[in-house]
């Protein structure tokens, strides 16, 4: 599977489920992880004959600051 992972330096009061939905959806992450998606839909067609949905596994946010993660499944624009 293919991930797109993204190191982020945010500070938050919490970093529980709902404070990192609250730091994604304020920092525009979901439309980001979308973007970096499409890219890598366009980037692997040239390399395999496998739909994207068999080899996406997602986008995760790192959380440098405190030992959090963010998984989710993006949009393909």
Excluded: C
């Amino acid at each position: 599977k293919y991930y797109v992972l993204d190191w982020k330096t945010n500070y938050a009061l919490t970093y529980t489920e709902e404070g990192l939905v609250e730091i994604m959806e304020s920092h525009d992450y979901y439309l980001q992880g979308s973007i970096y998606a499409t890219a890598l839909k366009k980037y692997l067609r040239i390399f395999t004959k496998q739909t994207f949905e068999e080899i996406f596994g997602g986008a995760i946010y790192l959380f440098v600051r405190h030992p959090a993660a963010y998984h989710f499944f993006p949009e393909v624009l």
